[in-house]
């Protein structure tokens, strides 16, 4: 397989977003900085998962948060998901579990792991 194929192709005329193209391998480092100030800027990308794609957006940013709900149409009672790299960042934004659960969480994280916890109080509410 080769390198990732990458189509920037700016804002057309009808203000269509740049296109990136990536292979399983993921990106090239010229796609993550072209999506750096995007985030930055409280923006929205979609971006390939294990299994499907999803809205991307910064955690800490409220008006992400937003525009992600209204490019999905989403109820803001109804709870979204959150990646995170590690146990470390989870930790930042939600209590770590006890026990068993905790040691499950660090030694397969990163991975694919799901686990719903509980979110620490600094976390707002929209999140």
Not at 71 to 84: E, N
């Amino acid at each position: 397989m080769g390198a990732p194929k990458e189509s920037t192709g700016g804002a057309s005329a009808g203000g269509s977003p740049p296109v990136f193209k990536l292979n399983k391998r993921g990106s090239s480092p010229r796609v993550v900085q072209a999506l750096v100030p995007i985030l930055r800027d409280d923006g929205v990308v979609l971006l390939p998962t294990d299994t499907i794609y999803g809205f991307s957006g910064r955690f800490d940013s409220p008006l992400a948060w937003k525009r992600i709900r209204d490019l999905k149409g989403s109820d803001r009672s109804a709870p979204m998901l959150s990646l995170v790299a590690g146990p470390e960042m989870a930790f930042q934004y939600a209590e770590p579990p006890h026990g068993a659960s905790y040691e499950i969480l660090i030694k397969y994280w990163p991975g694919p792991l799901t686990a719903v916890l509980r979110a620490r109080p600094h976390v707002p509410t929209e999140f």
